[in-house]
């Protein structure tokens, strides 16, 4: 079955203690990306990769780090969690450009407390 | 900016047309999704649009584009209890280069039996 896989669903951390969200597709897709999303703000994105090894920044990438060291694996790191980062966050995937209409296939969720 | 904009909120009766609006600001997007989300679950997208099209139907779901106007519009027909949710537009652009997705904020769904 096609999926995006994150781990864990639920995370009640403490502030300064570093965590990391794993994300993991089976579709052999380029792309992935990591979105957070807050009441009234919708979904904003964190950051993206476009390849192995290719990463960039989205729209609020302050506070978060992410590697690509393979293509199935986007992993999520808060080095230093801080409460506001308290969030529900989103992994996505798809294929690369070039696709055309390509879609993007969520996780679950990843809801972050950080007290 | 890319800005996409919705209302919050809608509220129909079991059996009706619901008519969800959006509207964006990016006059190079490439394409145009709808996505569902229900209560704890991921989104789902439920349709797109390319942005030479003028409309798209696909079973309950149709979406209408007003280029011009840089509108949007998702027609749920026969909306049933399970369409509640929240649904967010969100457009791609520009083409070439990295396609980058902008969503809108969500409009809460609210289905009356």
Redesign the interface.
């Given at each position: 079955e096609a999926q995006?896989t994150q781990n864990p669903r639920y995370l009640i951390t403490v502030t300064g203690k570093k965590l990391t969200v794993t994300c993991s597709q089976n579709m052999n897709h380029e792309y992935m990306s990591w979105?957070r999303q807050d009441p009234?703000?919708?979904?904003?994105?964190i950051y993206?990769s476009?390849n192995v090894e290719v990463t960039?920044k989205?729209d609020v990438p302050e506070g978060y780090k992410v590697s690509r060291k393979e293509k199935r694996n986007f992993p999520l790191i808060l080095e230093s969690p801080s409460p506001n980062q308290t969030s529900l966050y989103?992994c996505?995937s798809s294929f690369g450009?070039g696709r055309g209409?390509?879609?993007?296939?969520?996780?679950?969720?990843t809801r972050l407390t950080v007290v | 900016g890319e800005d996409v904009e919705q209302s919050l909120f809608l509220s129909v009766r079991e059996g009706d047309s619901s008519v969800i609006n959006c509207t964006y600001t990016d006059s190079s997007s490439t394409y145009l999704y709808w996505y569902k989300q229900e209560p704890g679950a991921g989104l789902q997208l439920l349709t797109y649009i390319f942005s030479n099209m003028d409309m798209k139907q696909d079973q309950r779901l149709t979406v209408l584009l007003n280029k011009k106007d840089k509108h949007l519009s998702l027609r749920i027909a026969d909306t049933q209890t399970g369409d509640s949710a929240i649904y967010f537009c969100a457009e791609r652009g520009p083409s070439g280069g990295y396609q980058k997705v902008t969503f809108g904020i969500g409009t809460k769904l609210q289905v009356i039996p």
């Open positions: 995006v979105y009234g703000l919708g979904l904003r994105q993206y476009m960039d989205g989103f996505a450009q209409n390509t879609e993007a296939f969520f996780g679950q969720g | -």
